[in-house]
Nanobody, 123 residues
Framework: VQLQASGGGLVQAGGSLRLSCAASGRTFSTYAMAWFRQAPGKEREFVAVASRSGGGTTYADSVKGRFTISRDNAKNTVYLQMNNLKPEDTAVYYC?????????????????WGKGTQVTVSS
């Protein structure tokens, strides 16, 4: 599975962005899909995950109520809608796929990673 994230950019605090992650192959629906992020000097951290069908989701406490993960299995794409962005959301955002867990949240367990997309939130 090859993953390509897009949609990052520069936005003012309080603004919104929608990230997309397009996957290659015909097995997209067999993977739970997650978003992680990594800020300069910090470890990569979990942001959100959607189950294979998209019916189950989990979020990091820091983004609950502001971010929404969704997926379109017909388009092999997972999205991350980010609202009310804060400067502390500034990071490189990565999408990842896990073929064995329902709602994985650990970076070490992910099977595939896309290249990141930069999100910068100015105050």
């Amino acid at each position: 599975v090859q993953l390509q994230a897009s949609g990052g950019g520069l936005v003012q605090a309080g603004g919104s962005l929608r990230l997309s992650c397009a996957a290659s192959g015909r097995t997209f629906s067999t993977y739970a899909m997650a978003w992680f992020r990594q800020a300069p000097g910090k470890e990569r951290e979990f942001v959100a995950v959607a189950s294979r069908s998209g019916g189950g989701t989990t979020y990091a406490d820091s983004v609950k109520g502001r971010f929404t993960i969704s997926r379109d299995n017909a388009k092999n794409t997972v999205y991350l809608q980010m609202n009310n962005l804060k400067p502390e959301d500034t990071a490189v955002y990565y999408c990842a796929a896990d073929g064995s867990s329902y709602l994985p949240t650990l970076a070490a367990g992910m099977d595939y990673w896309g290249k990141g997309t930069q999100v910068t939130v100015s105050s």
